[in-house]
């Protein structure tokens, strides 16, 4: 396992103006909808990680010409019906939005497929896909308990009524995704709003969709036509970088483009909850996405927050980030109702807490969430990111707020949705 050591300078402050890398969410399905659409269509700013990739893997396997050149992805397609048996499994590595996102696609069609990932992923729940597909007509065979590989049969979908269980985009989208071809309507409810990429988008390339609060209706087999769009920077990615802002004293951050659907930002919420300078710019739509620039100063005394349950979906990858930041608030943070966070790539709530204990973090880790105690003078040692790159960039924040070295084993990991983290620390602590 590869090994980094993050090094800590006095004085800690982050200064520049930085451009997160590109959405992962919004990339996965720009490249999936101009698959699933007819025409030729071009994503500019696509993300290039190791899950994203795993994405074009599996649909060049499915029969899609699709080129990424310089960010720039080129889908062409003759559209959903001209996908074609692929000959071999299709792995999803670790990315749970290709296996899920790409089961609603193949229910629809009726050949065969098999879906798999790496271990990490083989151990997350996917009966939460298995259930709704299943319903609206597709064969789908797992592992006991619902655990991947999946083999695929589909086709000769019908519309159906859906009350989701939990708050999940992926869910969300893998249903939206199988109701494009299916007989009539199909209405989905969700308990709370997750990101809603996956609507904005087929809105954006003219295939209609019904929003009323949390229910959503969409009719199946429209034509959906191809389209240019544009994937704004990651809030997930940049979030690291707010945090680190706020943390340190002298700091001052510019972002520039970066993604502010508010199915997303509940980070920049907390951080103007624990009493960050924070200011929003610029704000435009791309795409059929609010984008902006966010100015972030550092030296506020930072204070505990709560987060409540249903604002859980909209920072659910923030929250290992927030719980650093958390330990850097003066009093008792409290984050509720987050269980979803331990079928993550890691149980998040275990690898975090775990972590920034040995870091001397005062924490204590319940069944659906954690407390903080804060201030805390945190401390370099060696930790582990669990094959997480969340937990891997959470804990390169913490380790620049920690006095001392520390060590990150396995941060490698960042490739899945950030190759660049390291060299953006890098450029922002010496500017
Ligand atoms: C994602 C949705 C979220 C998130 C994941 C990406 C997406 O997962 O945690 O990193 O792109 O739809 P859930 O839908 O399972 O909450």
């Known amino acids: 396992m590869k090994e980094l050591k993050v090094e800590i300078s006095q004085p800690k402050r982050f200064v520049g103006e930085y451009v997160p890398p590109p959405d992962k969410s919004i990339s996965h399905r720009a490249a999936i909808l101009l698959s699933v659409a007819k025409g030729t269509g071009v994503v500019t700013n696509f993300l290039e990680s190791e899950d994203t990739l795993a994405t074009i893997d599996c649909l060049k396997k499915l029969g899609?010409?699709?080129e990424l050149e310089n960010n720039n992805l080129v889908v062409k397609s003759e559209g959903i019906e001209s996908f074609r048996e692929p000959d071999d499994v299709l792995d999803a590595k670790n990315s749970a939005t290709s296996m899920r996102?790409?089961?609603g696609v193949l229910a629809t069609r009726s050949f065969f497929s098999v879906l798999t990932g790496d271990k990490y992923l083989r151990r997350r729940p996917m009966k939460r896909i298995i259930e709704p597909l299943s319903s609206m007509g597709a064969t789908i065979y797992s592992r006991q308990g619902g655990f991947a590989p999946l083999a695929i049969y589909g086709g000769g979908l019908t519309?159906?009524?859906?009350?989701?269980?939990?708050?999940?985009a992926q869910v969300k989208s893998a249903v939206l995704l199988a109701a494009l071809r299916a007989r009539g309507v199909t209405v989905l409810t969700e308990p709370w709003?997750?990101?809603?990429?996956?609507?904005r988008m087929l809105k954006f390339l003219g295939y209609p969709v019904e929003i009323n609060g949390n229910r959503i209706s969409i009719e199946g087999g429209m034509q959906i036509n191809s389209g240019n769009i544009v994937v704004p920077g990651d809030i997930s990615s940049a979030a690291f970088f707010m945090v680190a802002a706020a943390t340190f004293p002298d700091s001052k951050l510019y972002i520039r483009n970066v993604g502010l659907n508010p199915t997303r930002t509940g980070i920049i919420k907390v951080l103007k909850r624990a009493g960050a300078e924070i200011q929003l710019k610029n704000l435009i739509e791309k795409s059929g996405e609010p984008t902006g620039d966010v100015i972030i100063k550092g030296g506020k005394e930072l204070l505990s927050f709560e987060i409540e349950a249903h604002e859980i979906p909209l920072m659910i990858d923030?929250?290992?980030?927030i719980a650093v930041l958390a330990?850097?608030?003066?009093?008792k943070t409290v984050i509720r109702g987050a269980k979803e966070l331990r079928f993550k790539e890691s149980d998040r709530l275990?690898?975090?807490s775990d972590n920034l204990i040995k870091m001397g973090g005062k924490i204590r880790e319940f069944s659906e969430g954690l407390e903080i105690l804060g201030p805390t003078k945190l401390q370099g040692t060696v930790v582990?990111?669990?094959g997480d790159h969340r937990i891997a960039m959470s804990l390169a924040i913490a380790a620049l707020v920690a006095t001392g070295t520390t060590i990150i084993e396995g941060a490698d990991t960042v490739s899945i949705s950030y190759p660049s983290f390291f060299d953006d620390i890098n450029l922002l602590t010496q500017s």
């Open 318 to 321: 923030e929250i290992p980030v």
């Open 350 to 352: 275990k690898a975090i």
């Open 327 to 331: 330990t850097q608030a003066k009093g």
């Open 159 to 168: 519309g159906f009524n859906y009350w989701m269980k939990i708050a999940s």
């Open 384 to 386: 582990n990111a669990f």
């Open 64 to 66: 899609v010409n699709i």
């Open 193 to 199: 709003k997750s990101r809603d990429h996956t609507e």
């Open 101 to 103: 996102l790409l089961s």
